[in-house]
């Protein structure tokens, strides 16, 4: 029905009705009541993306006006939603995967007070509706206003817990980074509008208005839009706050940090694809971050204990491959890693917070083992996604990273190893964490040992639901080499203009069976080393510089924090304290100072006032003899 | 004689007049001054009268600017008026604080 359109303001509306509810109802609901309401709303956007997604693909795509948001002499913007193939697919995504999450959440977070329960809810339909702003929008303000709410919800989300002061440093830093690349996403915006007048997508993306920009400007604005996707998305060098947004609650974590926040980026670059194509030096650019970004997080990830540490790592290694897709003008690909990455990252992070669960709050892999006697869902679920991670034949993961390591061999060999390399590092890690935590013998407390137990079916329900969609959604985009037509990309095709790359299809199988081959070596090659995971000792040498990141939080403190200190220190002691509080308190002492003097004229001494009276004469007469 | 010479003095006798009224302590000396200074106007009124009479005597016989010199007598009667008043209250003000001094006259002073 062609009217899904009217109710298309429905689709945010909903989730914010939730956080009202939830909001100012959260000390008289009930747990139930606020899990419920937060959960339904969320599937009833879902239902209504459903309806859209179906009208959409029977071709009718529309732009809905709401009302003029700001109105000035030459700049016009409106309040409108663009409801077409790429956003109608994030509304799939955002809708679907965030309802799995919120029925999760209603289990995991179960043992939290009433009203923090309420306020997770409200703050977990806040982020959705701020998500769905920044898909839906027709320009690039309604994005930017999505934009700034999801950095806002990760914040309050991530500092959920808040009495725990690392917890709200690692809040703040994300939300901190964030706005750094907020930063540039602005100056982008207003350089747009400086050249063009406008920034609805109808309007920039055609033919005439690109035109009014000369090289320098697209490559300007495509650049700084860079930086903002860097913070959204976690790149180098903006990257160091999402291993540290794991304090979040682990839902949390799987919904914003896996499957929606940071992927806001991608759609960015994505629904821009008209402008980065043009502005060959900024995909150059992006490709060199986002595989210097995979290559770094996936060496990282070898050496990280703690399960969350390694997913996050995992995360920033699976965008840095994104942006490389987009880099080598793969817009297809990226957002079908997108897709494929939501389901199966989304499902790692629900299984490891039923892991954590079980293991009453630990974390650190070290002290697991043999959980896949006690858990068995969670096992076989965890395993779907690592397999799907990796890259096996028949998974989601499969068909989305081939893809784009083909094109990225099409551009660039070296770059085709370089991310093969990053591949199978993540095949490595990946398999060492499912090793770890799920094989061989608990290494945990007698305790902890006791407490394990499969977790109800509020979590394994999504976990289940995930796992099939990690293995069957890769079929969307299955490539003609292999027999499909590729249905993402016909579907896509009207808004996302991919690059075309012819590779021979002898190539293409070629490289599909190395990749497989290579992956098959490396799991094998984890579960010959782990298979009997003692816990070693203090890593060395190399290890040593893994473990501890790279320094990177320490070369940060360093170079950028602590000169800013001693900046703002300096401010404080010196123009704060004697310049500025010295005049205002100056003024004061003026005052007293002048009225100490004047107090004189009224002593009560008769010599003064006869003196003053003197004076006075004095004075007239001189006034009377010269003027 | 040059009729400078009286204004110098006249001058001269005032100013003194008003610094012993601004620096001396004791009231009575304070009276002393103001005496001081009246009579130096005095001086200086009967000696432009005798200046302005002696330019007019070149023209006329009767020497009608004398009213200079009336006016000094109003000035001695007013200074005399005003001295006994004064007195009067120099002793009131002694009966109370026991001194004559003006620095303790600051009840005015809040």
């Known amino acids: 029905m062609n009217n899904i359109f009217k109710l298309v303001w429905l689709i945010p509306i909903l989730p914010?009705?939730?956080?009202?509810?939830?909001?100012?109802?959260?000390?008289?609901?009930?747990?139930?009541?606020?899990?419920?309401?937060?959960?339904?709303?969320?599937?009833?956007?879902?239902?209504?993306?459903?309806?859209v997604f179906l009208q959409v693909k029977a071709g009718n795509t529309n732009t809905i006006h709401f009302f003029d948001f700001i109105h000035l002499k030459s700049l016009n913007i409106a309040f409108d939603f663009k409801i077409d193939q790429l956003s109608s697919l994030f509304l799939l995504i955002i809708t679907g995967v965030g309802f799995l999450i919120h029925v999760y959440s209603t289990s995991y977070m179960h043992d939290e007070e009433g009203k923090d329960f309420a306020k997770y809810f409200a703050y977990l339909n806040l982020f959705v509706f701020s998500m769905l702003l920044l898909v839906m929008g027709g320009n690039y303000l309604i994005m930017f206003i999505g934009w700034e709410g999801v950095g806002l919800c990760s914040y309050l989300l991530?500092?959920?817990?808040?009495?725990?002061?690392?917890?709200?440093?690692?809040?703040?830093?994300?939300?901190?980074?964030?706005?750094?690349?907020?930063?540039?996403?602005?100056?982008?915006?207003?350089?747009?509008?400086?050249?063009i007048g406008?920034?609805?997508?109808?309007?920039?993306?055609?033919?005439?208005?690109?035109?009014?920009?000369?090289?320098?400007?697209?490559?300007?604005?495509?650049?700084?839009?860079?930086?903002?996707?860097?913070?959204?998305?976690a790149q180098i060098p903006l990257f160091t706050w999402l291993p540290d947004a794991m304090a979040g609650p682990t839902p949390v974590s799987a919904l914003i940090h896996a499957a929606t926040m940071v992927t806001a980026g991608i759609y960015m670059i994505a629904r821009s694809n008209a402008l980065f194509t043009l502005a060959p030096i900024t995909l150059n650019v992006i490709t060199i971050v986002g595989l210097a970004t995979a290559l770094l997080a996936a060496s990282i990830a070898i050496k990280q204990n703690d399960i969350k540490k390694v997913l996050a790592y995992s995360t920033v290694s699976q965008l840095?491959?994104?942006?490389?897709?987009?880099?080598?003008?793969?817009?297809?690909?990226?957002?079908?890693?997108?897709?494929?990455?939501?389901?199966?990252?989304?499902?790692?992070?629900?299984?490891s917070g039923s892991v954590i669960h079980a293991m009453g709050g630990e974390q650190d892999i070290r002290k697991m083992g043999g959980l896949h006697k006690h858990m068995k869902i969670t096992s076989i679920t965890f395993l779907i996604g690592c397999l799907a991670i990796a890259g096996i034949p028949g998974f989601s993961g499969f068909f989305s990273k081939d893809e784009i390591l083909a094109g990225a061999f099409s551009h660039n060999p070296i770059?085709?190893?370089?991310?093969?390399?990053?591949?199978?590092?993540?095949?490595?890690?990946?398999?060492?964490?499912?090793?770890?935590?799920?094989?061989?013998?608990?290494?945990?407390?007698?305790?902890?040992?006791?407490?394990?137990?499969?977790?109800?079916?509020?979590?394994?329900?999504?976990?289940?639901?995930?796992?099939?969609?990690?293995?069957?959604?890769?079929?969307?985009?299955?490539?003609?080499?292999?027999?499909?037509?590729?249905?993402?990309?016909?579907?896509?095709?009207?808004?996302?203009?991919?690059?075309?790359?012819?590779?021979?299809?002898?190539?293409?199988?070629?490289?599909?069976?190395?990749?497989?081959?290579?992956?098959?070596i490396s799991i094998t090659f984890a579960w010959v080393r782990f298979k009997?995971?003692?816990?070693?000792?203090?890593?060395?040498?190399?290890?040593?510089?893994?473990?501890?990141?790279?320094?990177?939080?320490?070369?940060?403190?360093?170079?950028?924090?602590?000169?800013?200190?001693?900046?703002?220190?300096?401010?404080?002691?010196?123009?704060?304290?004697?310049?500025?509080d010295g005049a205002v308190n100056g003024v004061g002492k003026l005052v007293t100072y002048s009225s100490r003097q004047l107090r004189w004229l009224q002593s009560g001494q008769v010599g003064a006032y006869v003196l003053l009276m003197v004076v006075g004469m004095l004075i007239l007469f001189f006034i009377q003899l010269f003027l | 004689m040059d009729i400078k010479a009286y204004i110098i003095l006249s001058l001269v006798l005032f100013t003194i007049g008003i610094i012993g009224v601004l620096v001396r302590r004791n009231a009575i000396i304070i009276f002393m001054c103001v005496e001081l200074m009246l009579n130096a106007v005095n001086l200086l009124l009967v000696a432009f009268s005798k200046m302005h009479a002696l330019s007019i005597a070149a023209k006329a016989s009767a020497n009608f600017a004398s009213d200079a010199q009336i006016f000094v007598f109003f000035i001695m009667v007013v200074a005399a008026a005003e001295v006994s008043v004064g007195l009067a209250i120099i002793v009131m003000m002694y009966r109370n604080v026991h001194t004559v001094d003006v620095n303790f006259l600051n009840r005015l002073k809040n």
Request: glycine content about 8%; hydrophobic content about 55%; charged content about 10%.
């Open chain 1, 158 to 195: 991530i500092g959920y817990w808040f009495k725990n002061v690392d917890y709200t440093n690692a809040a703040k830093k994300a939300f901190i980074m964030n706005r750094i690349g907020d930063l540039g996403f602005l100056l982008a915006l207003f350089w747009l509008i400086s050249k």
């Open chain 1, 415 to 520: 770059i085709f190893s370089l991310l093969l390399f990053a591949a199978l590092l993540t095949a490595f890690y990946m398999f060492r964490l499912y090793i770890i935590t799920f094989s061989g013998t608990f290494r945990g407390t007698h305790d902890q040992e006791h407490h394990l137990h499969e977790s109800p079916s509020a979590m394994t329900l999504p976990l289940i639901i995930l796992a099939i969609l990690s293995v069957v959604g890769g079929f969307i985009g299955v490539p003609e080499v292999l027999g499909g037509h590729h249905w993402l990309a016909a579907f896509l095709s009207p808004v996302v203009k991919s690059a075309t790359h012819h590779l021979e299809h002898s190539t293409e199988y070629m490289l599909m069976g190395i990749t497989t081959v290579l992956v098959l």
């Open chain 1, 320 to 351: 840095g491959f994104m942006f490389v897709a987009l880099g080598t003008g793969n817009y297809v690909a990226a957002v079908f890693h997108v897709i494929t990455h939501a389901f199966f990252k989304a499902l790692m992070f629900l299984g």
């Open chain 1, 532 to 580: 009997n995971y003692k816990v070693a000792g203090e890593s060395t040498g190399l290890g040593k510089i893994l473990e501890n990141k790279w320094y990177v939080d320490e070369l940060y403190q360093m170079a950028i924090v602590n000169p800013l200190k001693s900046i703002s220190a300096f401010f404080n002691n010196i123009i704060e304290i004697k310049l500025i």
């Open chain 1, 198 to 233: 406008t920034i609805e997508y109808n309007q920039v993306f055609t033919a005439a208005s690109l035109a009014k920009l000369s090289t320098f400007d697209i490559t300007g604005i495509t650049l700084l839009m860079f930086v903002g996707a860097t913070g959204k998305s």
């Open chain 1, 16 to 51: 914010l009705l939730g956080f009202l509810i939830n909001g100012l109802g959260r000390k008289m609901l009930s747990k139930t009541v606020s899990g419920f309401v937060g959960s339904a709303v969320v599937f009833a956007s879902f239902l209504l993306s459903v309806l």
